[in-house]
């Protein structure tokens, strides 16, 4: 944070860090491309920790659990019953508890990173990991439609029933670019900004809260005080938001699941 303040306070302004403070050189580099860098790092630790946790908490399973079972088992019957079997129904919603389950965990240990002091860094804030995850479940979604009714899914998934046939013209092109354009690119996007402008704040708040405090003029410094508090609570509000990004996301995708099994009762 000094080295972002000091050519502030030489120049009298305040120049609040950027994107490219954000996103670190590379760990590792090779070639023209990024190379193994910390958001790579942090997403294999987030996959060491997670399994890690409930590979222990699943190890000595009690009919009076311990305190470490009984949080393994709440985290997996949160997803299993409040995300899968609600928003899917109870005859299919087992066969997709996995997906939701891993989907839910990996998003939240790594938005969570973001809060840690010294990581500081939700991985979700570049873009290539939510293009994955969203390019993961928009596959997943429409393969589980055209095994349920075919290739006729794309027909119920396009055509509403019960719209008269001279509206389908403008219909037909609006749920396509709904379902098939718009769709991921919001699934992804929802994630990855959320991420990258609250972390961003919070950057900002930080930068600002040195450079206030090192200014000359004893007003701006007690300004710096002000400015702390709001850090905080926008500390506290990024906080809830990276566990709100893992439900939205991962109950999304329910929901298109959910969607494409029942395409043609919609």
Not at 52 to 60: E, G, L
Not at 88 to 98: E, H, L, T, W
Not at 235 to 263: C, K, N, P, S
Request: charged share 10%.
């Amino acid at each position: 944070m000094i080295a972002l303040a000091l050519p502030a306070q030489d120049s009298g302004t305040f120049t609040p860090p950027g994107i490219e403070e954000l996103h670190l050189p590379a760990i590792i580099p090779w070639g023209a491309a990024d190379g193994f860098s910390k958001q790579m790092l942090l997403v294999i630790l987030s996959v060491v920790i997670i399994g890690t946790f409930f590979v222990i908490a699943a190890r000595k399973q009690q009919l009076v659990p311990g305190k470490l079972q009984f949080a393994g088992e709440a985290a997996y019957s949160f997803v299993r019953n409040s995300i899968a079997k609600d928003i899917i129904g109870g005859r299919d919603f087992m066969k997709y508890v996995p997906l939701l389950f891993t989907l839910f965990f990996f998003i939240l240990v790594n938005n969570i990173y973001g809060a840690i002091p010294l990581i500081q860094l939700p991985t979700f804030s570049h873009v290539g990991g939510a293009y994955v995850l969203a390019a993961i479940v928009y596959i997943t979604w429409i393969a589980v439609g055209v095994r349920k009714s075919g290739l006729k899914y794309f027909k119920l998934a396009t055509v509403p029933s019960g719209v008269p046939f001279y509206i389908l013209p403008i219909v037909v092109p609006i749920e396509i670019i709904s379902n098939f354009l718009v769709r991921p690119v919001t699934h992804s996007l929802r994630l990855f900004a959320t991420m990258l402008a609250g972390h961003l704040i919070i950057m900002i708040s930080g930068a600002g809260i040195e450079f206030l405090v090192m200014q000359e003029n004893v007003f701006l410094k007690g300004a710096s005080v002000l400015v702390l508090g709001g850090a905080i609570a926008m500390y506290m509000l990024e906080a809830l938001i990276m566990v709100l990004q893992a439900y939205v996301f991962t109950l999304l995708t329910a929901i298109y699941i959910e969607g494409a099994l029942h395409a043609d009762s919609h």
